[in-house]
């Protein structure tokens, strides 16, 4: 074995041990929500358990309604999802193509929110909300997600048309096509990676966001899953198998929606936002 | 206004909608905020115009805000470096061609895609004193410095959180610098290999520099997640014990919805939307924009 051969070994020697390290939280929340109910307590925070039970998991549905939660999340994600897709490229778009008035005074406007810490929003949207009738309703956060997510997606979404050939454009337009046209019909199909960039992300954001949720959802039947665990962290503070079967229940959509899109992940944030 | 200004402006268009949500929800919030600070305000009664009162008080007399402040700058530094050290670490390794390198990629980046409030409730479990990971592991091996009271101790407990938010967001500057990395010419290391520099000189003198935005990218990112942590710490410490690991957004909450006072929680509010404003000039200014907007 020659110098390079083994410095590969040993590099993969060291990220396999830190990649199990790195899953123990994730292991550990699993393990627990299969925790038989008959077990007093956990050892080892809960990494050895003394048998496989689905119990937690039912007792969850039964008890905790879970589902509802789960439709809530989807709820609120799908749209905010949905809008910021369509929002942010229709503003994308004319940043990167069209000439207009004030052009870039609304666009360092737009990016001004990316510094913008949410949590200094919490007061205002509440009394905005409440003002409009939204609190404990869907659109109450739809609109603030929505609103809070078009930025980075302009961000992503702007360096990747403007990355297009502008040749292809000026030919659809000598075609008779319109501004419009060309953005539906040339560039947000051939976007694909940016577009999935900005899914994952808003996905995620949306369906992990805790603050803005904390304080507009307060009946617990329009409550999205984030904010599940706070509700039943009584009825569960003795119990850690249902509460970690919440916790795993919680966490599988984000899961699931990262790994279909992952392999856009890189290729979309190097054409987006981390473009030199 | 005339019929072809609108054909020459289509632009504003297509920016309508983002335009309007930004108004209702961005512009006016923080117009709101600043209003909102000048008053003695419960949110139901009527409010009581007191000036400047909010901001002498927050300044003079508020050790929870004094301790927020703090536990901000430790937040910054102990998060925002080691992440990027580790993140560079592993991202070199995995683009250099090992086995599973995209499985690791995957592993390492999960956390980061997991809500903060499932992580803070396990992370309860790892770091509890009795039956938690650490402790029982720190019993079963003899390695009695693992048993600490983590989040119940005072000293320690901003630390532990800390500790949490790097497990979790590591990936994510591993995941940019591998598509920093992949970016990168190949002609110029290739060049550099040709030239007989070593790897270690390669990394100092041609990578690290040309991943410069890419660091930029990093540390920006890093101090706006400082400045709006909140769910984790609201999970794992609830700011505790004794506001030892109380944030800046914690105590906006807890200001606003926990103990009614609408106007001093928009002051909090209002400073820190300074120091996050001046922080991304300072950036802006000294670091230079491009990082931020890509082009």
Same mark, same amino acid.
Not at chain 1, 36 to 40: E, G, I, L, N, Y
Not at chain 1, 218 to 226: E, G, Y
Not at chain 2, 97 to 100: D, F, N, Q, R, S
Not at chain 2, 242 to 247: K, L, R
């Given at each position: 074995m020659n110098r390079r051969q083994t410095a590969k070994a040993l590099a993969f020697v060291f990220v396999t041990v830190l990649a199990l390290i790195w899953l123990v939280p994730i292991i550990m929340m699993l393990v627990v929500s299969f925790m038989?109910? +008959?077990?007093?307590a956990p050892r080892f925070g809960g990494l050895l358990i003394s048998g496989v039970s689905l119990q937690n998991y039912v007792t969850v549905f039964q008890d905790a309604e879970i589902v509802k939660h789960f439709i809530n999340s989807a709820a609120v994600t799908i749209p905010s999802v949905v809008l910021v897709v369509i929002i942010s490229s229709l503003a994308a778009f004319a940043l990167a193509r069209l000439r207009f008035f004030a052009r870039d005074i609304w666009f360092y406007l737009l990016i001004m929110t990316l510094m913008l810490p949410i949590p200094t929003l919490v007061v205002p949207i509440f009394q905005i909300n409440k003002a409009l009738g939204? !609190? +404990?309703?869907?659109l109450g956060l739809i609109l603030p997600y929505t609103a809070l997510g078009v930025p980075f997606a302009i961000v992503i979404l702007r360096s990747f048309f403007a990355g297009f050939p502008i040749e292809i454009e000026e030919a659809a337009r000598l075609d008779g096509c319109t501004r419009f046209g060309i953005y539906w019909r040339i560039m947000m199909p051939v976007s694909w990676p940016a577009v999935a960039v900005v899914i994952i992300w808003q996905f995620m954001t949306s369906w992990n966001e805790f603050i803005l949720a904390l304080v507009t959802m !307060?009946?617990? +039947?329009?409550?999205?899953?984030?904010l599940v665990p706070l509700v039943y962290s009584g009825q569960f503070m003795m119990r850690p198998g249902p509460m970690f079967a919440i916790l795993a229940l919680i966490t599988l959509p984000v899961i699931v929606v990262y790994y279909l899109m992952q392999r856009f992940m890189v290729s979309g944030l190097t054409a987006g936002a981390v473009r030199g | 206004m005339t019929r072809n200004w609108l054909i020459d402006n289509q632009g504003l268009f297509f920016m309508a909608p983002a335009m309007i949500l930004f108004a209702v929800f961005v512009l006016y919030p923080i117009f709101y905020i600043f209003g909102a600070s000048m008053y003695d305000w419960d949110g139901i009664n009527e409010a009581i115009y007191i000036g400047l009162q909010n901001y002498i008080d927050m300044f003079t007399d508020d050790r929870v805000f004094s301790l927020a402040i703090r536990n901000s700058v430790y937040w910054t530094f102990l998060t925002i470096f080691p992440q990027m050290i580790l993140g560079f670490i592993l991202a070199t390794i995995l683009t250099s061609?090992?086995?599973?390198q995209n499985v690791f990629r995957i592993i390492f980046f999960m956390p980061a895609i997991i809500s903060p409030v499932v992580l803070g409730i396990v992370w309860q479990r790892i770091y509890a004193? %009795?039956?938690g990971l650490l402790a029982d592991l720190g019993r079963e091996i003899g390695a009695? %410095?693992?048993?600490?009271?983590y989040i119940a101790d005072p000293k320690i407990a901003i630390f532990s959180t800390i500790f949490v938010n790097v497990w979790q967001w590591t990936g994510f500057s591993m995941l940019m610098y591998v598509a920093g990395l992949q970016g990168l010419s190949q002609e110029v290391l290739s060049a550099a290999e040709v030239d007989g520099a070593g790897t270690r000189q390669r990394i100092q003198y041609i990578i690290l520099p040309m991943l410069r935005h890419v660091h930029l990218t990093l540390i920006l990112l890093g101090v706006i997640g400082t400045l709006q942590t909140f769910a984790l710490v609201f999970m794992l410490t609830k700011g505790g014990p004794?506001?030892?690991?109380?944030?800046l957004p914690t105590y906006i909450f807890q200001k606003a %919805?926990?103990?009614?006072s609408m106007g001093y929680a928009s002051a909090v509010a209002v400073v820190l939307l300074l120091i996050a404003l001046s922080a991304s000039i300072f950036q802006v200014r000294v670091l230079g924009s491009r990082f931020t907007i890509g082009n």
């Open positions: 038989p109910p +008959d077990q007093r939204m !609190n +404990d309703t869907y !307060n009946s617990v +039947d329009v409550k999205p899953l984030t | 061609g090992i086995p599973l004193p %009795f039956g009695h %410095f693992l048993i600490q009271p004794n506001h030892a690991s109380e944030m %919805f926990t103990l009614q």
